[in-house]
C-alpha cells in the first residue's frame, strides 16, 4: 500500500489541525493503520494507530485526549484530529501501514511538518 500524508502547519498553542493519509491499494481497508511523529533530534515516536475496522483505537499517553484517529476506508483514507496543541508536539507525522495488530509498520508515507507555536 501507498500512503500520502497531508494537512500539517503552523498552528498556535491551542490550536486544532487535522491530518489526512490517503491509500493506495485494494487492500486497504484490512491493514492496521497508524500514525507516528519525530521531532528535530529525537527518536520515532508511536502517535495513534487503528484496527482495520475503526473498532479498537490506541493513542500514545503523551496524546490521549486530545488527539483521535479514525479511517474511512471508503475513502480509503485515514485521519488524525489534533486539538488542545501544545509546542512539544511540533514534528514531522507520518502515517503507516501494518497487515495486523502487533505486526511491524512495513509501509510508510512521507512526513508532513507540524510546527505548534507558543
Known amino acids: 500500500v501507498q500512503l500520502q500524508a497531508s494537512g500539517g502547519g503552523l498552528v498556535q498553542a491551542g490550536g486544532s489541525l487535522r491530518l489526512s493519509c490517503a491509500a493506495s491499494g485494494r487492500t486497504f481497508s484490512s491493514y492496521v493503520m497508524g500514525w507516528f511523529r519525530q521531532a528535530p533530534g529525537k527518536e520515532r515516536e508511536f502517535v495513534a494507530t487503528?484496527?482495520?475496522?475503526?473498532?479498537?483505537?490506541y493513542y500514545a499517553d503523551s496524546v490521549k485526549g486530545r488527539f483521535t484517529i479514525s479511517r474511512d476506508n471508503a475513502k480509503n483514507t485515514v485521519y488524525l484530529q489534533m486539538n488542545s496543541l501544545k509546542p512539544e508536539d511540533t514534528a514531522v507525522y507520518s502515517c503507516a501501514a501494518a497487515p495486523a495488530l502487533g505486526t511491524n509498520f512495513d509501509s510508510w508515507g512521507q512526513g508532513t511538518q507540524v510546527t505548534v507555536s507558543s
Open positions: 487503528i484496527t482495520w475496522s475503526g473498532g479498537n483505537t
